[in-house]
C-alpha cells in the first residue's frame, strides 16, 4: 500500500481542520488496518516537509532526525498520522515506510496549490495573490523526481526508516512568481499583495543525504527546465485546467482572497 490519500491544503485546514482529522489521520489508521490484517508486504506512508514546522534562513535544511513540531492543522494531521505510522511498525511489526517530501510541481497538479494558481491566473490576466511580502522560502521538487524516489523507497527501503526527499530547489515566493511572469510574458503589475496567513511557516528546506547515500537517489530535474515544462503542460492543456475548475473551488477562492 502507498498511500497518497490526504486533504492537502494549509488554507483549507484553517477553515475545515476536523476535515483533514477525519481524511489524514483516521483515514490513515483504517489503511493500517487493512495492510496489517492482509499481511502486506510493505506500507509507505506519504508524508510532507511540513511536519517539521519551520526553519529561519539561516537554518540547516531538515534531516529525518529533526523534531516533529507542525504549525498548521494540515501538518499536525499529516505529523499525527506519521506517528501512527510509527506504532504499528513498533506494535505489530507492520513493514513501514514514510517519506517526506518539498512542495511538489509539474503537470495535473490541481490549482488552489501554488505554481499552477499562479500560472492560471496570468494566463487569465488576474491578479496573482502574494501572502505577506512574499519572502517564505520553499523548495520545489519535480513530481517525476519525486515518484522515481517513492518507487526507490518502496523497493528497496530499509523497513522502519524515514526519507526525506529534497529538491535543492529553495527559492522565495514572490521571486518564483516573477519567474513564472517572465516566462508567460506577463506583467508584475498583476501582483498583489495580501494579508498574510495565519502562522506561515517562513523556510522548508529538506537534507535528502541519506536516500542519497542509502538509495543512489538524487533529484535530475533542473528547477529553471522543470518550470518552463511546467508552464507550457499547462498551456497546452487549458482545457483540462477549466474543467477542473469547479463552482466548489471559484467559492473557495473568492472566501480565501476577496478580504484579503
Known amino acids: 500500500i502507498i498511500n497518497f490519500a490526504a486533504e492537502s491544503h494549509v488554507d483549507r485546514s484553517i477553515n475545515n481542520p476536523s476535515m483533514f482529522c477525519d481524511t489524514n489521520i483516521t483515514g490513515t489508521m483504517n489503511l493500517l488496518n487493512s495492510a496489517k490484517k492482509n499481511n502486506i508486504k510493505k506500507y509507505l506512508q506519504i508524508s510532507t516537509d511540513e511536519v517539521y514546522g519551520s526553519l529561519n534562513f539561516k537554518d540547516a535544511p ?13 501538518s499536525a494531521s499529516k505529523a499525527s498520522a506519521d ?20 512542495n511538489n510541481y509539474g503537470p495535473y497538479q490541481f490549482p488552489e496549490k501554488l505554481i499552477p494558481l499562479m500560472i492560471n491566473n496570468a494566463l487569465n490576466n488576474k491578479s496573482l495573490p502574494v501572502y505577506g511580502k512574499g519572502i517564505n522560502i ?19 527501503g530499509r523497513v522502519g526508516e524515514i526519507y526525506n526527499i529534497g529538491g535543492d530547489s529553495e527559492i522565495a515566493n514572490i521571486e518564483l512568481i516573477k519567474k513564472l511572469l517572465k516566462i508567460l510574458d506577463r506583467p ?31 533529484p535530475e530535474v533542473n528547477f529553471e527546465k522543470g518550470l518552463k515544462m511546467t508552464v507550457e503542460w499547462y498551456i497546452s492543456n487549458r482545457i483540462w485546467l477549466e474543467n477542473v475548475i469547479t463552482k466548489e473551488y471559484l467559492k ?6 476577496k478580504n484579503r
Not at 531538515?62 to 494540515?74: D, V
Not at 506517528?83 to 518539498?102: E, G, M, Q
Not at 513530481?143 to 523507497?153: G, S
Not at 501582483?191 to 542519497?212: C, E, Q, S, W
Request: aromatic fraction near 14%.
Open 188 to 218: 508584475q503589475s498583476l501582483i498583489t499583495f495580501v494579508k498574510d496567513r495565519p502562522g506561515h511557516d517562513l523556510r522548508y528546506a529538506m537534507n535528502h543525504n541519506k536516500i542519497t547515500k542509502e538509495l543512489h537517489w538524487k
Open 62 to 74: 531538515f534531516t529525518e532526525n529533526h523534531q516533529l513540531a507542525p504549525n498548521s492543522p494540515y
Open 83 to 102: 506517528l501512527l505510522v510509527r506504532s504499528y511498525y513498533k506494535s505489530f511489526n507492520l513493514p513501514v515506510n514514510i517519506t517526506r517530501s518539498s
Open 138 to 156: 520553499r523548495d520545489w521538487l519535480h513530481v517525476e523526481d519525486h515518484c522515481k524516489a517513492i518507487l526507490d523507497v518502496l523497493l528497496e
Open 252 to 257: 473557495f477562492y473568492e472566501k480565501q482572497y
